[in-house]
Nanobody, 128 residues
């Protein structure tokens, strides 16, 4: 089970940190990802982190602005978002990869099919 939190209403240019708490699975053995879904649009990849935390991946539009991190002792994965823009407005979902101890290429991390457990989502709204 995954529980996402930290969303809210912020102004453009602000920063926000999302957090995802995991339970019921051996969290440190699974890679994790963040996706977002804007109204009327498909869910799309934002960032991912390998099970070890050694490798991180980002969508091109988020590189340099977003940072994904994990704390395997606390069973959490965070997404720090900086310089937020109105286009970042969406529901953000955290997800756990389906295979333990796996390393993938960037395309696989960005596919929703790689993940089998999803959090409930947290709303991020950025005003101009």
């Amino acid at each position: 089970q995954l529980q996402a939190s930290g969303g809210g209403l912020v102004q453009a240019g602000a920063s926000l940190r999302l957090s995802c708490a995991a339970s019921g699975r051996d969290f440190p053995r699974y890679c994790m990802g963040w996706f977002r879904q804007a109204p009327g649009k498909e869910r799309r990849f934002v960032a991912a982190i390998s099970w070890s935390g050694k490798y991180t991946y980002y969508a091109d539009s988020e590189k340099g602005r977003y940072t994904i991190s994990r704390d395997n002792a606390a069973n959490t994965v965070d997404l720090l978002m900086r310089s937020l823009k109105p286009d970042d407005t969406a529901v953000y979902y955290c997800a756990s990869c389906s295979r333990p101890l796996a390393y993938y290429g960037s395309e696989t991390y960005s596919s929703t099919a790689t993940y089998d457990v999803w959090g409930q989502g947290t709303q991020v709204t950025v005003s101009s």
